[in-house]
């Protein structure tokens, strides 16, 4: 198995930061507030998690040991990368414009 590196290196770091800034922003957000929840608080707890998901995903995908003949595995986990942001950026709006 070969090393990383290039965008490999890129997208672990990319997805660990991305994950690092969205569970900052719950943090600050205030999920751990004493008040009752609405179904907006909820939807972006929800959106917020799948982005975690995604994100925490994308490591699994890059690192999966593939054969020389097979495609690369940079494709699916630039697709899960893009989506775990777009999905944290949603949280963010949907949280910021009640």
């Known amino acids: 198995m070969r090393a ?12 660990a930061t991305m994950s ?5 922003f719950l943090g600050y957000w205030g999920i751990h507030e004493p008040t009752p929840w609405r179904w907006h608080d909820i939807f972006v707890v929800c959106l917020a998690f799948l982005s975690f998901a995604a994100l925490g995903s994308v490591v699994w995908i890059i690192t999966t040991p593939v ?11 630039r697709r899960a990368f893009a989506a775990g942001v777009i999905l944290m950026w949603l949280a963010v709006v949907v949280a910021v414009i009640p």
């Not at 990383?4 to 997805?15: M, Q, Y």
């Not at 690092?20 to 900052?24: C, E, K, N, Q, V």
């Not at 054969?67 to 986990?77: C, F, L, N, Q």
Request: proline letters at 7%; aromatic letters at 0%; one cysteine or more.
């Open 20 to 24: 690092a800034m969205g569970m900052a």
């Open 4 to 15: 990383p590196v290039g965008s490999v290196v890129g997208l672990c770091s990319a997805s």
């Open 67 to 77: 054969s020389d003949d097979e495609a690369e595995r940079i494709i699916p986990a």
